[in-house]
């Protein structure tokens, strides 16, 4: 310490006292290096090569709530903060809250056969169009004749007109409930500055439309990471993990358990995990395969919300969940890409180099 002058400069020959420093706090984070840099590069390409405006990663063991990597794009350089803008200093997957899609589609399917409502095999006279509030929905094949789906078949092909039937299966009043209980519109209790809740309405605030948009993954507003802690329920047999950054410090581990939280039953969640293995091996998602590897997952398409109040064209935010190692999940990895023309299919490319590093990295033998 040295004396000062008014104006803040030091003072010759003025009081002086040396203060010893202090060894600060260790701590260990669970960021793998390998992985982060994988998704970072994987990221910066897919942001390029799609022409998004933002794209985010995180990747996570859904056993233990570990986060291996996580970032988005655009970010900053560092070494030179004159350049750098305040919207890419936020790490979006925790920052930003947006209409999840259709990996959305994976939680409601879990709701339905939580209640005992349907099976995967349960059948479905599935419309070309359905009505929901006062404009139609239709599948993303623009067929124009009805299909005769069971609930394995309507995640194959992510039908939106088939989830509408499941929704109004589930009923508002329980949707509403289970919302709650995937944790959906409170925090996911993640270590890290800046977490948005969304936009969840209240089950007083549904209108015509409500249920039904919000059963293919419009209509709700959500962080990434709350859409992450509640697919961790999925993959781990039902029971949600607390996301986080922090593994140890002053060399003792940190205990997150006490974030745990059962969704959904044991055997509903086994189920969903078996549909979103059908979506890779022959579905939307096949483009994820991983030769060796079992890989779970969910292509997600939304469409932007215009400030007119209705959707904008060739404005998506473009996403891809999935795991691999079903039976005993190792990693967890989610990409978004808000504000793009392409759908879910641009998403699963850094979802692969992703998920490749990470098998890597964590040395996951094939067929574990």
Known sequence: MRERARDGSF??????????????????????????RAAEDAMAEAVEKSGANYGSAVVVDPATGEILAACSNPTYDVSDMSTVRVEDMNLRVVTDAY???SVFKALVCGM????????????????????????????????????????????????NTGM???????????????????????????????ETTG???????????????????????????????????IANKGVMVTPHLLKSKKGEEVDW??????????????????????VVEDGTGSAAKIDGYAIAGKTGTAERAGGDGGYQ??????????????????????????????????AILPFRTIMQATIDSLGIKPGA
């Open 257 to 278: 358990s006490k974030g745990e939280k059962r969704a959904i039953s044991a055997e509903a969640a086994e189920q969903v995990v078996s549909m979103m293995q059908s």
């Open 112 to 159: 339905a056969i939580d209640l005992g409502l349907v099976t995967p095999d349960t059948k479905f006279d599935v419309p070309a169009t359905v009505k929901v509030g006062s404009d139609y929905v239709q599948d993303v094949d623009e067929r124009d004749f009805g299909l005769t789906m069971d609930v394995r078949e309507i995640m194959r092909r992510s039908s």
């Open 199 to 233: 936009i969840i309405r209240d089950r007083s605030e549904y209108d015509g439309s409500s249920l039904g948009s919000m059963s293919f993954g419009q209509g709700i507003a959500i962080a990434p990471i709350e859409l992450l802690r509640a697919m961790t329920g």
């Open 313 to 346: 064209e060739n404005n998506n935010m473009a996403s891809f969940l999935g795991f691999t190692s079903p039976k005993n999940p190792k990693a967890m990895v989610y990409v978004t890409l808000d504000g793009t023309a392409y759908t879910s299919s641009m």
């Open 164 to 194: 509408v039937l499941i929704g109004e299966k589930i009923g508002a009043d329980e949707f509403s409930k289970y919302l709650k209980k995937y944790g959906l519109g409170t925090k996911s209790g993640i270590d890290f500055p800046g």
């Open 99 to 101: 209409e999840p899609g």
């Open 11 to 36: 003072i010759a020959g003025g009081a002086y006292k040396k203060v010893p420093a202090q060894d600060g706090m260790d701590i260990v984070l669970t960021i793998d290096a390998n992985i982060q």
